[in-house]
């Protein structure tokens, strides 16, 4: 569904807020302006009381996707775009070549809505991976530990990777 | 250097045991007989205790890799190829095209010394990525998270990652 429209019907609720906040920005939009709607959930729990690099907040046994659908059971929660930076979520082509985005969440529907938006992002449908449902969270939160240590080796921020088979 | 030479001259240890008893392995293997070598640590800490898919059994603000380093402070731990599945590790050309595999360890001659024998087993050296010290094992070992998650949409485990910039 091209993203104009769905906004238009109020369908799409975007979680791009800090994610050792993400929960209680949500509970201030209020449970009842959540239900039925997709939530796209693309933010990580950075950890910074240690130090840098930080740590996953909530990784292994649960994830930031799943504590929201969790606390929101009529959000129709997909996690997707948390695995690269702001500048390719909304523009792959900032990075050359085949590269892929993950998706999961537990409503097919809404994964295909959002698979639909992605597409019109200029994500190609073959390079969308569909992880499951919500608990594959957990490997895209915990990959971006990963991702901290290539952009040290990159040199920024502007890169991805590519399941190859 | 080539793996024959190098396991002729005694300088090589690898570390493929369970992540989970690792350490003791290598306590039996003696601190004594591992210092001053190089130690290529592959493992993963997989924690089954809450069923499948497994925890990363050490994460966040350590890595096995870590533990092994500080475990035996004399030895060279490098940590690399716990990312890809056996097969892959030894014959990367069972995956078609470009994909990559990481290092990270303190000692740079000995991360010069195991990038040779990944050569040897067939990895394109611009694609044995550095990531710096062993605390990068953090993210080397968490990705395995999602290594899990893509296993299961692959149908399969001889696939790998390439990072495209």
Known sequence: MP???AAAH????FNCTNGAASLEALSAAGA???????LVDVANVLDFS???PPA????NDDSLGEQIQRAFPEARVVKTLNTVNANVMVDPNVVPGEHDIFISGNDDEAKAQVAGLLQSFGWPA???LDLGDISAARGQEMYVALWLG????AGGSAF???VVR
């Open 50 to 52: 240690q130090g840098r």
């Open 126 to 128: 073959d390079r969308i």
């Open 3 to 5: 993203f104009a429209e």
């Open 150 to 153: 290539l952009m040290g080796t």
């Open 10 to 13: 109020g369908e799409l609720v």
């Open 160 to 162: 991805n990777i590519h």
């Open 56 to 59: 996953v907040g909530v990784s």
């Open 32 to 38: 009842g302006n959540l239900g039925g709607k997709v």
